[in-house]
């Protein structure tokens, strides 16, 4: 049970950073409508920030988790309005292409610098230590994560789905026009959501820095499981990315526990079934 309990608490983690990553691509793509593949680079920059901000800058995780994303959002609002901008209207596949060919840059220029291996990162003081829950002992830091994007994740999803400033966002989506009219500037309104999507991924990249260590390839490793969980969902859906986030995370870590060989497919798998059943995902609706 003990082993059982633990790899509970690792798909809680994964799923954490699945919730965080695939909301700010359903941002990003509901919003925007643009299949931001540069998504696993915007989040590992995120980590790498923290790192130079510990160690050249002496400024510690609780700043970083303002701080960088911050700055990643504003490298993505660069990105948005001196490329993306001149994709609107055209297909997807435009979009992907270029933000591919942006994660491949990224990727080479932080590992020609930084190598493969990763570059530990401190968990903060406070955030030391664990809890004996007597079934299972917690690490407060893996504690703190599940809540800290549980919270980050709704509050998000209470933005955009129940506050005025959302249904600008999704009116400018749907009839950029209209909402001009009413004296909203729409390409201002969808530079910053661009930016608050690859900040949720900067702010991801920073949870995972104590945990995972930080590495050029950490985001390749993690968004093809997170496009997957975003399809699952839903593409574009808020809710449908943090339930089957946070959701996946959990099959995954007892798919280690039953049957560890299938662990690196399993999400792939229940793609396959839930598209097969309905095309749109889980909460996602038909264009």
């Not at 955009?160 to 966002?169: D, P, V």
């Not at 449908?240 to 526990?257: D, M, N, P, Q, R």
Request: aromatic share 12%; net charge positive.
């Amino acid at each position: 049970m003990q082993a059982l309990y633990a790899q509970l608490l690792v798909g809680l983690i994964n799923g954490s950073f699945y919730a965080l990553l695939s909301l700010g691509l359903a941002v990003i793509f509901g919003m925007l409508n643009i299949i931001n593949f540069a998504h696993g680079a915007l989040y590992m920059m995120g980590a790498f920030v923290a790192y130079f901000l510990l160690n050249l800058g002496g400024i510690n995780y609780w700043w970083a988790l303002l701080i960088a994303p911050i700055i990643v959002g504003i490298f993505g609002m660069i990105l948005e309005r001196t490329m993306l901008q001149w994709l609107t209207g055209l297909d997807h596949l435009y979009g992907l292409l270029l933000t591919f060919g942006i994660a491949l840059i990224v990727q080479g220029v932080f590992q020609n610098y930084f190598g493969s291996s990763g570059l530990p990162y401190a968990i903060p003081d406070q955030l030391k230590g664990g809890m004996n829950l007597g079934f299972m002992f917690l690490p407060v830091y893996r504690g703190w994560v599940v809540i800290f994007s549980l919270v980050v994740c709704l509050a998000t999803w209470f933005l955009i789905e129940k506050t005025r400033l959302g249904a600008y966002l999704r009116a400018a989506t749907e009839n950029p026009t209209l909402v001009r009219a009413f004296g909203i500037n729409v390409p201002r309104m969808i530079t910053l959501t661009y930016g608050l999507g690859v900040g949720l991924a900067a702010l991801a990249g920073v949870l995972s820095a104590p945990i995972n260590q930080v590495r050029p390839l950490m985001g390749a490793d993690l968004i093809i499981v997170v496009f997957a969980v975003v399809v699952i969902g839903g593409m574009g859906s808020i809710m449908g990315s943090i339930i089957t986030g946070f959701a996946l995370g959990v099959i995954e870590g007892l798919t280690k526990y039953f049957y560890p060989e299938a662990s690196n497919t399993v999400v792939f798998v229940l793609m396959v079934l839930v598209l097969l059943v309905k095309p749109t995902g889980l909460t996602g609706r038909a264009a």
